[in-house]
């Protein structure tokens, strides 16, 4: 099994930075790619961002292009989310993703799922 916990959610004004962190663990050796997706209140899930497995490649949902970086730290079994310039249209639940043999921005492509951490963007 994979297990995914988020952190790093908070509650920022506009302009801000946060890094979100997801600490994998468990049999990840089948991992192809990581995502990133966030949902606001009465929503759908929304794709922000995707990394393979090697993390030499990447991939942006449109609303996060320019300011938003995933990424990845092997040692540590973490992926990344730098999120610079944030708006309060960013407002959402973060939630971290693994699929084992997609890589995109379909929610259905990813397997497992981490418990989300709220984003909180005030004007």
């Known amino acids: 099994q994979v297990q995914l916990v988020e952190s790093g959610g908070a509650s920022v004004q506009a302009g801000a930075s946060l890094r979100l962190s997801c600490v994998v663990s468990g049999r990840t050796f089948n991992t192809y790619a990581m995502g990133w997706f966030r949902q606001a209140p009465g929503k759908e899930r929304e794709f922000v961002a995707s990394?393979?497995?090697?993390?030499?490649?990447?991939i942006y949902g449109d609303a996060v292009k320019g300011r938003f970086t995933i990424s990845t730290d092997n040692a540590k079994n973490t992926v990344y989310l730098q999120m610079n310039n944030l708006k309060p249209e960013d407002t959402a639940v973060y939630y971290c993703?693994?699929?084992?043999?997609?890589?995109?921005?379909?929610?259905?492509?990813?397997?497992?799922w981490g418990q989300g951490t709220q984003v909180t963007v005030s004007s």
């Open positions: 993703a693994s699929s084992p043999g997609y890589y995109g921005p379909y929610p259905g492509g990813y397997a497992y």
């Open positions: 990394i393979n497995r090697s993390g030499n490649s990447t």
